[in-house]
């Protein structure tokens, strides 16, 4: 069952042990999926914000 983020920071943090990160870009809101090798987060942020969140990310990001 994935697990909703709602604070950037954590997000990030969660991204050290993440094996990759799906980005999945809508009209109004990007997407952007957390795997760890047990359960999947997610966050929902502005598009405007979401490029600096993926550049702070430390794992392998792929696009959707």
């Given at each position: 069952?994935?697990?909703?983020?709602?604070?950037?920071?954590?997000?990030?943090?969660?991204?050290?042990r993440?094996?990759?990160?799906?980005?999945?870009?809508?009209?109004?809101?990007?997407?952007?999926?957390?795997?760890?090798?047990?359960?999947?987060?997610?966050?929902?942020?502005?598009?405007?914000e979401?490029?600096?969140?993926?550049?702070?990310?430390?794992?392998e990001?792929?696009?959707?």
């Amino acid at each position: 069952m994935p697990s909703e983020i709602l604070d950037t920071e954590q997000f990030v943090e969660i991204s050290e042990r993440a094996e990759y990160c799906l980005v999945k870009r809508l009209k109004e809101i990007v997407k952007l999926k957390l795997r760890t090798p047990r359960t999947l987060y997610t966050l929902k942020i502005e598009p405007v914000e979401a490029e600096e969140v993926i550049k702070k990310l430390r794992c392998e990001i792929r696009e959707i």
